[in-house]
Each structure stands twice: as structure tokens, then as C-alpha cells.
């Protein structure tokens, strides 16, 4: 039986515990080259003992930023700066890995510190949101999305694969698509945010199609030996979304073209999110579970997941292989080392690097060691 802190291998990589840090934007770019913010963010965690550190959405495109502060992976320079910091991650013993995303009629964004809301139309630094149709989300969201053409689909996908292979040449081990959260692949899935009339909307199978070509278009340049993985919203809690046997039937087509790993998250479709359960904790394992049954995929989840006994427990009665922690981790980023503690772990310290190890090992092994 598996627990927290057990390794997970999957495909050439080997996390050291099933701890992973969920993808955050810090809205702190600038024009997407990440810096000293996102270096000690990312190492904070590395340090603090998590098996994998996932990167914040980062852009494929340059109109594909949720916010002006976001990062990006649309040009060289970007890649090269994430070089040191996926180094950093590694030399701290975790796998780094980083999540492409396209925010769609969520582009062009102030970030949450400052409302959340688009830009005005007119602001220097703002751009026109493209979106599979031209709804707005509502909400803070007002602005109506320009509707893709053939030519915009092909040229985000495009952009995801160029962001991958960039992805590879800074060093990350871990790709994670972000097809969640009301963004522009998932928004293509969703019929609250799909109403195309061509092949890229109406039945699922239309619906499915971006996301099916990006993933496999991906998985061409991104290599065989490392995990690919998709953050797909499966669910909304609002009527008028797909049926959840949709989203399983997609999680089973991606696994067929390729897809390694699945973080099971919300849709966020529609600005009302009064229906999810916000006050279940880990309110989404149960769904998650059911996906790794049914689609034969490991699985992991995040959402009010921060006691160390409520993810050994998912981890040991295998309803996940891998927690995805966020807030708990931005609270305290040495939650893998307490949490080791907390389940009596033999030898806790040995989820921090020596430079801390070595001083929290049990008193009588350092003593006159000083
Ligand atoms: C500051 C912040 C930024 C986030 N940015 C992203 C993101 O870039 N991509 C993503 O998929 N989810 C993002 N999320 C959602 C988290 O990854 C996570 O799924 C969510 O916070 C639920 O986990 P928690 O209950 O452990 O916080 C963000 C959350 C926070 C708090």
C-alpha cells in the first residue's frame, strides 16, 4: 500500500514523495521572462521538500497571458531564464515541471490584487481576447472575446508545441497542459463557452477536437521518456455543462493519443461558482477517483487538500497517486517536512536539503556536531 511519501514513478522520472506543488500564477513577469520572484517562489518549495514543483500557466502566445504579469514561453529568452530555476529544483532533489496554458476570454486581465477584471479595451497594455465563440464570461469578465478562426486554432496549437519544446530546453521534466479553469482549450470543451456551428463545436466530438490535436501535436516534440499530463476541469456545478461521462470519455481519448497524467479540476465556465462545495475538504478526490478507475490513468487533485493525514489517506487508499497542494504550500512551504513529522516518517529531515537536514535531525545524532 502506498503512502505520502512514498516515490512515484512514472515514465524516466521519479518523484521522491507524492507531494506536488500546483501551478500559481504570480502575475510578476515581465513580458513572460520569469525573475528572482518566481526563482525564490519555485525553490521555497523545492527546498521545502515537494516531490514536484509545477510552474504557473505559462503562455503559449503573447496574447495568450491571463494577465500582463504572467509568464511566457513564446520566445527564447523566457526559456532561458527559466534555466536556473529548474536547475535550482533540481539540485533540491524535486522534478520541476510547468504548466502551458492560453487564457482566452480570460486574457488580458488585471490580477486578482487588482480586481480581476479586463482591462479596459483602450489601456495601453491591453489586447483583444480570443475565444473558440464571442461570449463573454460574465462576472468581472465582461469583455466579449473575438471568435477563433481556422487560423487562430492553428496557430495556439502551434504555440503550444513551440512552448513544449522550449519547455524541454529549460530544463522542465514534467509538461502539464492547462485545459481547466475556463481558459481557452477548456473553453472549447465546454458547450457554456462553445457555440460553434464548424468542426470545432457542437457534439463532443467537436468540442474534443482542440484539445485532442494539441495534446498530440504536443506529444510529438515533448519526449516519450517524460510524463505528459493535462489539467482538465471535469466538472462546473452549474446546469448546461458537459455530463461528467463526457469528460471521462476525453480523459480516455487523450490517454490514447498520449496523455501520461491527469490533475482532475474544475471547469469554471460560467462566473458562478456558488454550486461547487467549497467547504467539503478535498471535495474533488471522490471525482478523481472515479476517472482513475474508469480511464485507467493516475491520478492526482487539488482543492482544500492541506491536512497531512487527508492526503496520506488519498494516497493510501489509492483514490490519488499524487496530491497537487497550492495555498497549503504558499502558507507553509515546508509542508512535506511537518507533514513527514506529523505521520512519523523514520527520518523527516530527510525531505529538506542537508543545509537544513543536518540541524533538525534528531538531538543526540548532532550533538558536539555544532
Ligand atoms: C495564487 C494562486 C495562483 C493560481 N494559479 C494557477 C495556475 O497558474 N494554474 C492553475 O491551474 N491553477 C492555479 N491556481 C489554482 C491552484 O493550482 C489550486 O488548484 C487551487 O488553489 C486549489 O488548491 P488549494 O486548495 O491547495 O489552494 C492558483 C491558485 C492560487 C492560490
Not at 118 to 124: F, I
Request: proline share 8%; hydrophobic share 40%; glycine share 8%.
Amino acid at each position: 500500500m502506498p503512502n505520502l511519501f512514498n516515490e512515484f514513478n512514472l515514465k524516466d522520472v521519479r518523484l521522491k514523495n507524492r507531494i506536488a506543488v500546483s501551478p500559481m500564477c504570480q502575475y510578476s513577469a515581465e513580458e513572460g521572462v520569469p525573475n528572482d520572484w518566481h526563482r525564490s517562489h519555485l525553490g521555497s518549495m523545492a527546498i521545502g521538500g515537494a516531490g514536484l514543483v509545477v510552474a504557473e500557466m505559462t503562455a503559449v502566445t503573447r496574447d495568450g497571458r491571463h494577465t500582463p504579469g504572467d509568464t511566457g514561453l513564446w520566445n527564447n529568452a523566457q526559456a532561458e531564464a527559466f534555466q536556473p530555476i529548474t536547475r535550482f529544483i533540481e539540485q533540491m532533489g524535486a522534478v520541476p515541471g510547468i504548466q502551458l496554458g492560453h487564457a482566452g476570454r480570460k486574457a488580458s486581465v488585471n490580477p486578482p490584487w487588482l480586481g480581476n477584471d479586463h482591462l479596459p479595451a483602450d489601456h495601453p497594455d491591453a489586447w483583444e481576447p480570443i475565444a473558440p465563440s464571442a461570449l463573454a464570461l460574465g462576472g468581472t469578465l465582461q469583455r466579449v472575446p473575438r471568435e477563433m478562426n481556422l487560423d487562430d486554432i492553428a496557430q495556439v496549437r502551434e504555440g503550444f508545441v513551440s512552448a513544449a519544446e522550449r519547455a524541454l530546453g529549460a530544463g522542465f521534466k514534467w509538461l502539464e497542459l492547462h485545459f481547466a479553469h475556463g481558459f481557452l482549450p477548456q473553453s472549447f470543451f465546454s458547450p457554456l463557452a462553445n457555440r460553434r456551428t464548424d468542426g470545432y463545436g457542437g457534439s463532443f466530438e467537436n468540442r474534443a477536437r482542440f484539445l485532442l490535436e494539441t495534446l498530440s501535436a504536443v506529444r510529438e516534440v515533448w519526449p516519450e521518456r517524460l510524463p505528459l499530463s493535462v489539467r482538465l476541469g471535469v466538472i462546473d456545478y452549474v446546469e448546461g455543462e458537459q455530463p461528467l461521462e463526457e469528460s471521462i470519455e476525453l480523459v480516455r481519448q487523450l490517454k490514447a493519443l498520449g496523455l501520461d497524467f491527469l490533475d482532475v479540476s474544475l471547469g469554471f465556465n460560467t462566473a458562478d461558482a456558488s454550486q461547487v462545495p467549497w467547504g467539503q475538504p478535498g471535495f474533488l478526490v471522490p471525482i478523481a477517483h472515479q476517472i482513475r478507475r474508469e480511464a485507467g490513468i493516475p491520478v492526482a487533485a487539488s482543492w482544500n487538500i492541506s491536512d497531512p493525514e487527508q492526503a496520506d489517506t488519498y494516497i493510501r487508499e489509492e483514490q490519488l497517486d499524487v496530491v497537487m497542494l497550492a495555498k497549503a504550500m504558499l502558507s507553509n512551504p515546508h509542508w512535506p517536512y511537518q507533514a513527514a513529522q506529523k505521520l512519523g516518517v523514520k527520518a523527516p529531515s530527510e525531505a529538506l536539503p542537508t543545509q537544513y537536514a543536518f540541524w533538525l535531525k534528531p538531538h543526540d545524532r548532532i550533538v558536539g556536531d555544532e
